[in-house]
């Protein structure tokens, strides 16, 4: 066939795969949407996905439900995610284990550049936390006790690949003090392992800790937020503390897969946006202690894309090794 022909008819194919894409996405949606979390029922990240899905069920005109994926830290949601087709009719709600996990482990099947951010809800202070009656007032003094016993503090995380994990290493870094890493498998196990005075300290959301601190069970020396929070005004930073680095504010962001066509993305992003700047319904995040951010697919690429650098650079300092 004529050259000439073979590009008349491939101009032709892409108009009508434009044509059909528009098309699809006009229709949008059709069906019921899902919401997936990684994480188990109950937590912040949970209720957030949930509130936000009313909203969307309304503004939508299709049933939108919250599907818990567990396992694997959080890797079985990220893949079920991933492997799902790219029509918009499954989402993704996340904190940074989407981040972290591949920079603790080979061969785990997705990375951040699989999927496209919609929207950053919010960010949630972390606090550094021990037990009410545990000797230090402040987290100058349990520095200066780690050091005097390097190798015998103990420090809880959720597990390897977590916020806390890393928060770890960045906070072992900027001090020089030197920690044992013990995994628990979940914020809620390390509160309670602190409460017990099983595990020295731990830096965990603001938000989880926050009935231990409010019934006297445990104590925060600072929180690792760009400014105090509103709940805890007499609580410093770690930046006020002098270490400008370990600012640590998980967020949660909604995804597509990559290969969501534009506009249905971009129809996600406006329905999702327009859902959390309803005050009633951000009032109710942020009782979770989250502070609205709302930023929109570009804005939140930016911010991911520097924690990303952030803590790759952490990884490779802490010499993490990936399993």
Do not use: C, H, M, Y
């Given at each position: 066939m004529n050259p000439k022909w073979l590009s008349v008819f491939a101009a032709v194919g892409l108009i009508s795969f434009g044509l059909t894409q528009s098309s699809f996405a006009a229709d949008y949606p059709t069906k019921t949407i899902q919401i997936v979390n990684p994480f188990p029922p109950g937590a912040l990240t949970d209720t957030i996905a949930r509130l936000i899905a009313d909203k969307l069920s309304t503004s939508l005109g299709q049933s939108t439900i919250v599907v818990n994926k567990t396992g694997g830290g959080g890797a079985i949601g990220y893949k079920a995610v991933k492997d799902a087709p790219a029509d918009g009719y499954t989402l993704l709600i996340t904190p940074p284990p989407l981040v972290l996990i591949p920079l603790a482990r080979k061969n785990i099947g997705f990375a951040l550049s699989d999927f496209t951010p919609l929207n950053l809800v919010g960010t949630t202070p972390s606090a550094m936390i021990v037990k009410a009656d545990a000797p230090w007032q402040s987290v100058e003094q349990l520095i200066v006790d780690a050091k005097k016993k390097p190798g015998t503090f103990t420090f809880g995380s959720p597990g390897a690949g977590t916020m806390g994990h890393f928060t770890l290493e960045l906070f072992k870094r900027e001090t020089g003090v030197d920690m044992i890493h013990v995994p628990m498998g979940g914020e809620g196990p390390v509160a309670t392992a602190v409460l017990g005075g099983n595990l020295h300290t731990s830096i965990i959301a603001l938000g989880t800790a926050r009935p231990h601190l409010e019934s006297g069970g445990l104590r925060v020396l600072a929180t690792t937020g760009g400014k105090r929070s509103k709940e805890f005004p007499d609580v410093p930073t770690m930046i006020e503390?002098?270490?400008?680095?370990?600012?640590?504010?998980?967020?949660?962001?909604?995804?597509?897969?990559?290969?969501?066509?534009?506009?249905?993305?971009?129809?996600?992003?406006?329905?999702?946006?327009?859902?959390?700047?309803?005050?009633?319904?951000?009032?109710?995040?942020?009782?979770?202690?989250?502070?609205?951010?709302?930023?929109?697919?570009?804005e939140s690429a930016k911010i991911l894309a520097a924690f990303n650098k952030k803590w790759t650079d952490v990884a490779k300092s802490a010499k993490i090794v990936a399993e």
């Open positions: 503390k002098g270490f400008p680095t370990i600012e640590a504010s998980p967020w949660f962001v909604f995804f597509v897969r990559n290969g969501t066509p534009k506009e249905i993305a971009a129809k996600l992003a406006r329905a999702i946006r327009d859902a959390v700047q309803d005050k009633e319904l951000a009032g109710k995040i942020e009782k979770g202690v989250v502070e609205i951010e709302n930023r929109g697919p570009e």
